[in-house]
């Protein structure tokens, strides 16, 4: 609600509040100022009471001014009336204190004010008060011989003053018409034309007020006057071009008599808008309803169709949307996500195999293992170091269980599941800083399949590896040996060669004779 209609209901929430505490007879405003003439059974407390809780006071006057201001507030009267007299030496609290002698009027029987002192325990028949205000408003020019009625909230005519309290009613008519040509309010020290808020009074209107549209509103079956605010029983009551009015929901049919059903669902824009929703047209409005497949949960439309696909027949919603889940030992399939794929959380696990009765050996079994493992034996599986295998990672690769983890280095940030990319620098005015801790993606599944004879890969393997390291040996023994050969390395230094030729028996002869010669020599 706006600032400028909350003051004017509290304005108008205060009139009503003297409407309702006691009945105005008559009054007259001036100025700043209303004077009022209230018939309730009262003594002078009590009517210092009434004029206090309804906002004003007792009306305090001098005794010159008697004559010439209650003269027409009290005109055709009989009665006496509460009223304060100025220069009496008391104050009104010291009145009520001492409940002595209290100032009343009246009116005498050739029409003459009199003005009497009373006890302040008697109970006259009413009390006159005073009311003062800010920014009154002044006279209507009407237009076009049109007349003006001035009638405050409480209920009395003002049309002989000047000035008007805020809440006064102007209703501009002309003589011998029947519907009004205007109708205003006072507030804020200017005149609001109805309709004003719908808020405020119905808005002005005579039957009701369209707050969505902030224009008055018939009974069906009649029609609204151009004046804006007036019905007429019959559209063609006097009035040129009459408009059918037909309650919310509904617009006049094609021989302008009738009323028939808005289809908003077709018209105009889908008002049923929101995930999941469609619109159903009912008499004289619609609803928005969840479409098959959603549900309705804390009043929006839920998809819930995925539900009745899981393979697992578990559904869980953890994000506010609804999706499969999968029993223990199982995950969510990353290609189809109401399927459950085998997921081993250690480094062996055992593998699926099928029985076949034609096959004769276990090892020839067709056995499966779960993504990113690879058969190890006859019913085992173990998982595969897809960062030792392949490169996986642009940067930092770590095994996991079934697939692997990229990360990047600091400086840079992680594009996909394994490109690194460097770090932009931050725009001037954005706060924030690059990270300096490796960027986990999630883990993905092995390329290996797990429908391939993971025995033969393995022995395929194991033998490779095996000539690998037999080569290796023979090619460092060969070396090291040849980078030593040399004919000394055969003999040792006590040792002699000797060299077999074949001789004569009188060659034989002579080198056995020379040999025992020198040996004779030597021995000499």
Not at 51 to 73: F, V, W, Y
Not at 259 to 280: H, I, N, R, Y
Not at 370 to 399: S, V
């Amino acid at each position: 609600m706006s600032p400028t209609t909350q003051a004017l209901l509290i304005c108008v929430v205060f009139l009503f509040g003297l409407e309702d505490a006691v009945l105005a007879l008559s009054g007259h405003c001036a100025d700043n100022r209303c004077f009022v003439l209230l018939r309730q059974s009262e003594d002078f407390p009590g009517a210092q009471r009434n004029c206090s809780g309804t906002g004003g006071q007792l009306l305090t006057i001098s005794s010159e001014q008697a004559e010439e201001t209650l003269t027409g507030l009290l005109s055709g009267e009989n009665g006496s009336y509460w009223l304060e007299l100025q220069g009496t030496g008391k104050k009104p609290q010291e009145a009520t204190a001492v409940l002595g002698n209290c100032s009343s009027v009246s009116m005498s029987g050739e029409g003459n004010i009199l003005v009497s002192a009373k006890q302040c325990r008697n109970v006259l028949d009413g009390f006159l008060c005073q009311y003062t205000y800010e920014k009154p408003c002044s006279r209507i020019e009407a237009d076009g011989g049109a007349q003006v009625r001035y009638t405050t909230q409480m209920g009395f005519d003002v049309n002989d003053s000047k000035a008007f309290p805020p809440g006064t009613f102007a209703v501009a008519d002309k003589v011998g018409e029947k519907y009004l040509d205007s109708k205003h309010l006072c507030a804020f020290g200017g005149w609001m034309r109805a309709p004003w808020k719908c808020e405020v009074l119905k808005g002005g209107c005579e039957h009701s007020c369209n707050e969505t549209t902030g224009t008055c509103i018939c009974p069906e079956g009649q029609a609204l006057h151009p004046n804006g605010i007036t019905c007429a029983v019959d559209p063609s009551d006097g009035f040129p071009h009459p408009v059918l009015s037909c309650t919310m929901g509904k617009k006049p049919a094609q021989d302008g008599k009738s009323c028939v059903d808005v289809d908003e669902c077709k018209e105009g824009e889908d008002p049923c808008t929101a995930e999941g929703q469609e619109c159903l047209n009912t008499d004289g409005g619609f609803e928005c309803r969840c479409r098959d497949g959603f549900d309705l949960e804390n009043g929006a439309c839920i998809d819930v169709a995925i539900c009745s696909r899981c393979e697992h027949m578990q559904c869980v919603k953890p994000t506010g949307v609804y999706e499969c889940a999968c029993m223990d030992g199982f995950r969510v399939s990353a290609k189809d996500p109401t399927k459950c794929d085998r997921h081993c959380t250690e480094r062996d696990c055992e593998a699926v195999c099928t029985d076949d009765a034609d096959v004769q050996s276990p090892e020839m079994r067709h056995c499966e293992c779960p993504e990113g493992y690879i058969r190890d034996g006859k019913d085992l599986c173990t998982d595969i170091d897809e960062c030792e295998t392949e490169r996986m990672c642009d940067h930092k690769c770590e095994n996991t269980f079934g697939g692997h983890r990229c990360s990047c280095f600091e400086g840079f940030r992680l594009q996909g599941d394994s490109m690194c990319v460097q770090t932009e620098e931050l725009e001037e005015g954005e706060s924030g800083a690059p990270p300096t801790q490796p960027i986990p993606a999630t883990a993905h599944p092995a390329a290996v399949p797990s429908s391939i004879r993971t025995g033969s890969v393995l022995g395929i393997t194991v033998f490779m590896a095996l000539c690998a390291a037999l080569l290796c040996l023979l090619v460092h023994t060969m070396v090291k040996r040849c980078g030593r050969f040399k004919l000394s390395s055969f003999r040792r230094p006590d040792i002699d060669v000797f060299y077999l030729q074949q001789v004569t028996s009188e060659t034989y002869k002579r080198l056995s004779f020379d040999k025992q010669f020198k040996s004779d020599l030597q021995r000499l």
